[in-house]
């Protein structure tokens, strides 16, 4: 990731090691990390499918995102919306999200981090519980149902009684998420 593209004109550029640091000391407050595969409570492959012996796919790995996972106060799984990605169960778990979905899981297993806030997709926001646990339909973004989000999620996905329409952001939020990406990289042409 500090390969030149990611860096020319970048607000803060500096070593991994201090990512790591800042992750240790908990002062990340959100962290963001996508991956091949994400199951109901918030789990994160990003190592391979299939067979451990035998797979199908192999992926490559954790790259900081099991130390986001681990150590930050909370953190955002991004992805394609497809149901081979939204699964029941993740072939193997690279980054832990909320365990099995009981209550205090990670706490249990001395994940020092909150853990998964919300898994935002390209047709849907899921959130979970502060306490951990399931994910949840929260908001759909616009052009798209319910009936669309829950078809492409491999579970049996609840929805949230306050689900609704995902908002778009403030035209505030928009100018300042443009400001970080002057020429339209990953926020697109300007209207």
């Known amino acids: 990731m500090g390969d030149p593209p990611n860096v020319v004109r970048a607000l803060w550029s500096t070593r991994m090691s201090n990512?790591?640091?800042?992750l240790a000391q908990g002062l990340a407050d959100l962290g963001f990390i996508g991956g091949a595969e994400v199951d109901r409570c918030g789990n994160l492959n990003t190592s391979y499918i299939g067979d451990r012996a035998q797979p199908q796919v192999k992926l490559p790995g954790s790259g900081g995102g099991a130390d986001?996972?681990?150590l930050s106060r909370r953190w955002v799984t991004?992805?394609?919306h497809e149901r081979r990605r939204l699964v029941e169960r993740v072939s193997y778990v690279t980054s832990p999200g909320h365990g099995d979905?009981?209550?205090?899981?990670?706490?249990?297993?001395g994940l020092l981090g909150g853990g998964p806030a919300a898994i935002v997709?390209?047709?849907a926001v899921m959130r979970f519980p502060p306490e951990g646990?399931?994910?949840?339909?929260?908001s759909v973004h616009p052009g798209h149902t319910v009936e669309e989000v829950k078809a492409e999620t491999a579970w049996d996905l609840r929805v949230s009684e306050t689900c609704g329409e995902t908002e778009p952001p403030s035209?505030?939020?928009l100018e300042q998420i443009r400001r970080l990406d002057?020429?339209?990289?990953?926020?697109?042409a300007r209207e």
């Open 171 to 173: 035209a505030l939020e």
């Open 68 to 70: 986001i996972a681990i």
């Open 78 to 80: 991004l992805m394609s």
């Open 101 to 109: 979905g009981t209550p205090g899981w990670r706490r249990r297993h």
């Open 19 to 22: 990512v790591m640091s800042l």
């Open 121 to 123: 997709t390209t047709l």
């Open 182 to 188: 002057p020429e339209g990289f990953w926020t697109g």
């Open 133 to 138: 646990g399931e994910a949840m339909l929260a």
